[in-house]
């Protein structure tokens, strides 16, 4: 079984930074992925990478954000630059365990899930 365990949201002003961090527990975890949800909205993914750390990112936060991995301490990272009032959301984990993965930021393909981080960027 795959845990996660997120951390490192806040409330921050625009053009802020945050790191966010997710602690991940198991054997097997390949892909790796960073979704959000506003308020009201459907959840969206930000950003995803490999085990080999290929990276993708939605166009909303390409030169923004950065995704990132520490296999030996086992955290996934995303680093928020330059945050908006719309990245304004409860940011969630997600893992897989499917051998060979190319990173994706489809929900289906992330059978694991944190609990999920608010950030919050106002203006």
């Known amino acids: 079984q795959v845990q996660l365990v997120e951390s490192g949201g806040g409330s921050v002003q625009a053009g802020g930074s945050l790191r966010l961090s997710c602690v991940f527990s198991g054997a097997g975890t390949s892909c790796m992925g960073w979704f959000r949800q506003a308020l009201g909205k459907e959840r969206e993914g930000v950003a995803a990478i490999s085990s080999r750390g290929v990276t993708l990112y939605a166009d909303s936060v390409k030169g923004r954000f950065t995704i990132s991995k520490d296999a030996a301490k086992r955290v996934l990272y995303l680093q928020l630059n330059s945050l908006k009032p719309e990245d304004t959301a409860t940011y969630y984990c997600?893992?897989?365990?499917?051998?060979?993965?190319?990173?994706?930021?489809?929900?289906?393909?992330?059978?694991?899930w944190g609990r999920g981080t608010q950030v919050t960027s106002s203006s």
């Open positions: 997600a893992a897989n365990r499917v051998a060979y993965c190319v990173p994706t930021m489809s929900e289906s393909d992330y059978p694991y």
